[in-house]
């Protein structure tokens, strides 16, 4: 049965068009016919969550926004460091992943969680945020650095943002920035905009120009089935400046 679901979901994402003017309508066409296999199917293609989330601090009475945060599988990886925080926002613009999230906060009876349909680019809130996340999910903003901007401004001074997706790096990358080869800037970029992924060579530079980083690493992560592929992913903590913003 499992592997019957496996092919359902593999065939909705290589084969299935894509269809809709907006980004909106683009992500619930993709998500809409896979969202309660969403979870099930990514936790073997989506690594580096579990380490980002161990990394961030959860402080008490704090304020946490997850931008992207589809049908918030993340925030169970908080575990019981979830009720320490004040309030968590999970933020997504695909409604399907978002219904997902609210069964998920119900029947967990997370009370301290809110569910919003909303653009990461332009969510805003009356109080700042501790931690801001992005899980996977800056790939497929459009507006990838207004989504950042964003989450700048909802960070109060000297909160945290932390960062994990897919990228491929620069031909000729800054010091110390790992430098991928000319397959890899070529293949993953072609392989993943079919779903509307777009890994960008100039995400992991701006992070560490809008925000002072913390922690940084760049990993692979092989396929399972393809043992001769291996995806780049980075994870990123930056914290904000310490100055009003």
Known sequence: MSLVRDMKTLFRLTLVPIRGGTHEQRL?????????????????????????????????????????????????????RRARLKQVHIVDLSASLLDVARDRVVSKKWE???????????FALPERADVVTFSYSLTMIPDWYLALENAKRLLKP??????????????????????????????????????????????????????TSVHFEEQQARIRGFPLMATPYYLFIGRKGEAAD
């Open 28 to 80: 619930e066409s993709f998500y809409g016919s896979q969202a309660a296999d969403y979870d099930r199917f990514r936790e073997r293609l989506l690594h580096g969550r579990q380490q980002l989330y161990d990394r961030l601090p959860t402080p008490d009475g704090g304020v946490w926004v997850e931008l992207g945060g589809g049908t918030g599988s993340n925030i169970e990886r908080l575990g019981e």
């Open 112 to 122: 301290n969680v809110a569910v919003h349909h909303a653009d990461a680019t332009t």
């Open 158 to 211: 000297g909160g945290l943002l932390g960062v994990v997706d897919f990228y491929v790096s620069r031909k000729h990358p800054a010091d110390g920035l790992r430098r991928h080869g000319w397959w890899t800037r070529t293949f993953w970029p072609t392989w993943f905009a079919n779903d509307n992924v777009f890994p960008n060579a100039d995400h992991v530079p701006y992070l560490h120009q809008r925000f």
